[in-house]
């Protein structure tokens, strides 16, 4: 049995919850953890029940960061890897020097796919596009064992390159608890995320022109910030909009249970948005939160089998307030009964159990 995992990703670690709970998992079901990161974006103190490390990188710009993380990575893997090792790479950034470092010693690698990397909106066009997607195209037929974040994107990858990955959901643990709804005044409307494009926040924040006693909370921060901001003031929407800024997992927890109405309105700007289920329709389910949500593959699925919350028509400001005064008129309470069932069913709890049967299998 091979009790040691060594997962790495090109993160600071403090704020990725899938990995978070991912190494939570396996150490506590006898998992021997060592998780390797990096200081880009900075290096907050951290605690955690195993060990972890950063790569400290140089680097000045995320292009050359790249190439220095997966170098060190390559050597840290060939000091620390042994027989004994299964090798957890996230993400493609991370990829090749797991796999090259597998190949050489003989020992599994499972390859944690939290989208579809070569797809991403800040990516599209450009010549890193074409690089990850060569390096999708010679690595990922050849794995043995690969997981994914959403059923969407495993049939992209199924469809793409021969390979059929375990969908493990990034939900998060299952919430139970006796909620006091409170009854604000005004409204509360939450975005919760990286203030990223192509998530539909500009839009909602123009569509805050078309609703009355309600305030936008953005929870979160992100390079388009400062451009979201200046939209705020000039469309004169500063007593309707409130930035919060980045916050730590449990401060955004207690913020999420506070709102009336959350939002996933992510646009399609390339295929690893459009068949994403983002962690902010999860996370509003398990705070029994209802939601605002895009008319993408993920989303219309989760619709179809509970009732919480409204799909919106477009991308048009007007047809955004629509949604959200839908959902408000109808009120928080009268979506407990679907939330809760959404609840159960859409928790790590049984995501973990998918997880654990790929590490058995990469065990033997």
């Not at 495993?154 to 390979?163: L, T």
């Not at 009120?331 to 069932?341: F, P, S, T, V």
Request: glycine share 4%; charged share 30%; hydrophobic share 40%.
């Amino acid at each position: 049995m091979r009790k040691k995992i060594i997962t790495s990703a090109f993160s600071n670690l403090y704020t990725d919850q899938r990995i978070e709970k991912v190494c939570k998992t396996l150490h506590e079901n006898g998992y021997q953890i060592e998780l390797i990161g990096n200081d880009w974006g900075g290096a907050s103190e951290m605690k955690r029940p195993y060990s972890f490390s950063r790569i400290s990188l140089i680097s000045k710009s995320l292009k050359t960061a790249y190439f220095e993380f997966n170098w060190k990575l390559y050597k840290e893997l060939k000091n620390k890897a042994d027989k004994h090792t299964i090798l957890h790479a996230n993400d493609i950034d991370a990829l090749l020097p797991n796999y090259l470092i597998a190949k050489k010693l003989n020992i599994p690698l499972i390859f944690d796919s939290h989208e579809i990397f070569s797809e991403m909106p800040a990516i599209q066009g450009k010549m890193s596009q074409k690089m990850w997607r060569y390096l999708e195209k010679k690595v990922l037929p050849k794995l043995k064992f690969m997981i994914t974040a959403s059923g969407s994107y495993a049939q992209w990858f199924k469809e793409k390159y021969n390979i059929d990955p375990v969908v493990v959901q990034n939900s998060p643990r299952r919430m139970s608890f006796s909620i006091d709804i409170p009854e604000n005044k005004p409204k509360i409307f939450l975005y919760q995320g990286a203030i990223n494009p192509f998530r539909g926040i500009d839009k909602a924040i123009l569509a805050m022109h078309h609703l009355d006693h309600v305030i936008f909370k953005i929870a979160g921060d992100g390079p388009r910030r400062k451009e979201y901001e200046d939209l705020v003031v000039k469309e004169s929407l500063q007593q309707k909009v409130q930035f919060l800024g980045k916050l730590m997992p449990e401060e955004l927890r207690k913020v999420t249970l506070t709102a009336d109405v959350g939002m996933s309105i992510e646009e399609n700007g390339g295929d690893s948005y459009l068949y994403s289920l983002p962690n902010k329709v999860l996370d509003c389910i398990q705070a029994r939160v209802p939601l605002i949500m895009a008319d993408l593959p993920e989303m219309q699925n989760i619709k179809r089998q509970f009732d919480v919350g409204e799909i919106i028509k477009d991308h048009q400001p007007g047809n955004i307030a629509e949604a959200i005064n839908k959902v408000l008129n109808r009120g928080r309470k009268n979506y407990q009964d679907e939330l809760e069932k959404a609840s159960e069913v859409l928790c790590w709890e049984n995501e973990e159990v998918k997880l654990l049967e790929v590490f058995q299998k990469a065990s033997q």
